[in-house]
């Protein structure tokens, strides 16, 4: 079974255009060299299991094409990952090849380099289930073997439900504003895919001029961002002047305060744009819900309405946003036996997420069930966090905070600096976005356990993802 998305373009239309250099390759092209990969993959007698080191580079695209074309499983993950944090996928997973871009990188037990692929030299058995396509982490990089399993039909769904509400066309021009290991940059780049657009490839961020002349020089239409995309282009004011082809701006990736959204509204009103706040989560391949843009005045600080396809309710007892659709993940993986594992959710998805829905059916997060926040668009168990931290700081850590700023109180540590910095390293964030507060005792509940309700309402950056 091919996917839909994956043959969309018309062979002769323009797929990928590397912002750098200005090389541009057709479907043809990529669909030609995604197969001169495929042909690099180990012959096992079984379906195989690899790992793609992404980067925004047209390689990494046309590896990811070959992954899905030649009906194996691939776990992406990103390129720049810490080094121990990969040891651990690849240790728990053992995968049978390896996919970098980069020719210099070696990995202990892989040999050979047949069009960028390595190949396991000693692969041991694997069960995969037959339907089972793509493997996303689910915790940022926490380097959480936590991975989300997901089929062709989960990522072809979520595909075309975008491109329906956005209303792409092969004229679409995105560029890729986010890592194509983030859930949300690997879904700009599939449901452009399946509208037979364009993509430009950069790695330049956005606030570098190289992205916004990129931008000007190849008429991009679109470009994606997480909350801290906006707030710093807003707070820079770069909007206000730059991005002139662009026609739609699209934010996902946690919450953005409604005075971002608000501004943004505004913004997009007076140049012509469409600001499509968005929700979703990797378990849901990962779009969830929008807010159309003509009822973003209307609607600040909503998630709006299911995808097309999808459908939003509300758990009576909890209040927990359930939402069912054809791009549910069949379930997690967190060892290797779970991959050959069957469709365990059967389209419904308990989010974690509180919400309430208004007299027009919108929706709104209220609260979280569980312990993670988003940095960055990423999301990141505090749990995971809290012990990887620990076991650098050698003392007892409690982790709380928000969606832009994640909090270590640590007891009787070292020197909260280097904490500070052990933990920007490890987790690549700046050093902006983690606080770290020492104390001679962590507040503790009852039963021993710290007390993160007491450390929210101590501190001024509250949040309910301090809470259970």
Same mark, same amino acid.
């Given at each position: 079974?091919?996917?839909?998305?994956?043959?969309?373009?018309?062979?002769?239309?323009?797929?990928?255009?590397?912002?750098?250099?200005?090389?541009?390759?057709?479907?043809?092209?990529?669909?030609?060299?995604?197969?001169?990969?495929?042909?690099?993959?180990?012959?096992? =007698? @079984?379906?195989?299991?690899? #790992?793609?080191? &992404?980067?925004?580079?047209?390689?990494? /695209?046309?590896?990811?094409? !070959?992954? %899905?074309?030649?009906?194996?499983?691939?776990?992406?993950?990103?390129?720049?990952?810490?080094?121990?944090?990969?040891?651990?996928?690849?240790?728990?997973?053992?995968?049978?090849?390896?996919?970098?871009?980069?020719?210099?990188?070696?990995?202990?037990?892989?040999? =050979? @380099?047949?069009?960028?692929? #390595?190949?396991? &030299?000693?692969?041991?058995?694997?069960? /995969?289930?037959?339907?089972? !396509?793509? %493997?996303?982490?689910?915790?940022?990089?926490?380097?959480?073997?936590?991975?989300?399993?997901?089929?062709?039909?989960?990522?072809?769904?979520?595909?075309?439900?975008?491109?329906?509400?956005?209303?792409?066309?092969?004229?679409?021009?995105?560029?890729?504003?986010?890592?194509?290991?983030?859930?949300?940059?690997?879904?700009?780049?599939?449901?452009?895919?399946?509208?037979?657009?364009?993509?430009?490839?950069?790695?330049?961020?956005?606030?570098?001029?190289?992205?916004?002349?990129?931008?000007?020089?190849?008429?991009?239409?679109?470009?994606?961002?997480?909350?801290?995309?906006?707030?710093?282009?807003?707070?820079?004011?770069?909007?206000?002047?730059?991005?002139?082809?662009?026609?739609?701006?699209?934010?996902?990736?946690?919450?953005?305060?409604?005075?971002?959204?608000?501004?943004?509204?505004?913004?997009?009103?007076?140049?012509?744009?469409?600001?499509?706040?968005?929700?979703?989560?990797?378990?849901?391949?990962?779009?969830?819900?929008?807010?159309?843009?003509?009822?973003?005045?209307?609607?600040?600080?909503?998630?709006?309405?299911?995808?097309?396809?999808?459908?939003?309710?509300?758990?009576?007892?909890?209040?927990?946003?359930?939402?069912?659709?054809?791009?549910?993940?069949?379930?997690?993986?967190?060892?290797?036996?779970?991959?050959?594992?069957?469709?365990?959710?059967?389209?419904?998805?308990?989010?974690?997420?509180?919400?309430?829905?208004?007299?027009?059916?919108?929706?709104?997060?209220?609260?979280?069930?569980?312990?993670?926040?988003?940095?960055?668009?990423?999301?990141?168990?505090?749990?995971?966090?809290?012990?990887?931290?620990?076991?650098?700081?050698?003392?007892?850590?409690?982790?709380?905070?928000?969606?832009?700023?994640?909090?270590?109180?640590?007891?009787?540590?070292?020197?909260?600096?280097?904490?500070?910095?052990?933990?920007?390293?490890?987790?690549?964030?700046?050093?902006?976005?983690?606080?770290?507060?020492?104390?001679?005792?962590?507040?503790?509940?009852?039963?021993?356990?710290?007390?993160?309700?007491?450390?929210?309402?101590?501190?001024?950056?509250?949040?309910?993802?301090?809470?259970?």
């Amino acid at each position: 079974m091919r996917m839909e998305f994956c043959q969309a373009g018309q062979p002769e239309a323009t797929a990928i255009i590397d912002a750098r250099s200005g090389k541009a390759w057709s479907y043809a092209d990529l669909r030609r060299d995604a197969a001169v990969i495929a042909s690099g993959l180990p012959r096992l =007698g @079984r379906k195989s299991l690899g #790992l793609l080191l &992404a980067q925004n580079r047209y390689e990494c /695209l046309a590896a990811y094409m !070959a992954a %899905l074309e030649s009906d194996s499983a691939v776990i992406l993950l990103d390129a720049s990952l810490n080094t121990s944090l990969l040891q651990v996928f690849l240790d728990l997973y053992r995968p049978d090849w390896i996919f970098t871009a980069q020719p210099e990188i070696e990995f202990a037990g892989y040999r =050979g @380099r047949a069009a960028g692929v #390595l190949e396991n &030299a000693a692969p041991q058995d694997l069960q /995969l289930h037959p339907e089972l !396509a793509l %493997l996303l982490n689910t915790s940022g990089s926490t380097g959480s073997p936590k991975l989300v399993r997901l089929t062709r039909a989960n990522l072809a769904a979520n595909a075309g439900s975008i491109a329906e509400y956005l209303q792409l066309t092969p004229a679409e021009r995105p560029i890729t504003s986010l890592p194509m290991a983030y859930s949300y940059g690997l879904s700009v780049i599939n449901s452009h895919w399946h509208a037979g657009a364009s993509i430009v490839l950069t790695g330049d961020g956005v606030l570098r001029r190289e992205f916004w002349e990129a931008v000007d020089r190849y008429g991009c239409t679109s470009f994606a961002g997480v909350p801290y995309t906006y707030q710093m282009l807003l707070q820079t004011g770069l909007l206000k002047t730059k991005g002139g082809p662009l026609k739609i701006l699209t934010q996902a990736g946690g919450r953005l305060d409604e005075r971002y959204v608000r501004q943004m509204y505004d913004l997009a009103a007076v140049r012509g744009w469409k600001f499509v706040v968005m929700y979703g989560q990797t378990e849901a391949s990962p779009r969830i819900s929008y807010v159309p843009f003509e009822r973003l005045g209307q609607k600040v600080g909503s998630i709006g309405v299911a995808i097309p396809g999808g459908s939003l309710t509300l758990d009576a007892d909890s209040g927990e946003l359930i939402y069912r659709g054809p791009n549910v993940m069949m379930g997690y993986a967190e060892r290797r036996e779970d991959l050959a594992k069957g469709d365990e959710l059967k389209g419904e998805l308990r989010t974690g997420d509180l919400a309430r829905q208004d007299a027009d059916h919108y929706f709104y997060i209220t609260g979280r069930l569980k312990r993670f926040l988003k940095l960055f668009g990423k999301r990141f168990n505090l749990d995971e966090v809290e012990s990887i931290a620990g076991r650098r700081a050698e003392a007892a850590v409690a982790c709380f905070g928000r969606d832009d700023l994640l909090m270590l109180a640590v007891e009787n540590g070292p020197d909260p600096d280097a904490i500070g910095a052990a933990v920007c390293e490890t987790f690549d964030l700046p050093r902006t976005a983690v606080r770290v507060i020492p104390m001679k005792e962590l507040p503790r509940t009852p039963n021993g356990k710290p007390d993160y309700r007491r450390l929210a309402e101590t501190y001024p950056e509250r949040t309910l993802a301090a809470t259970r």
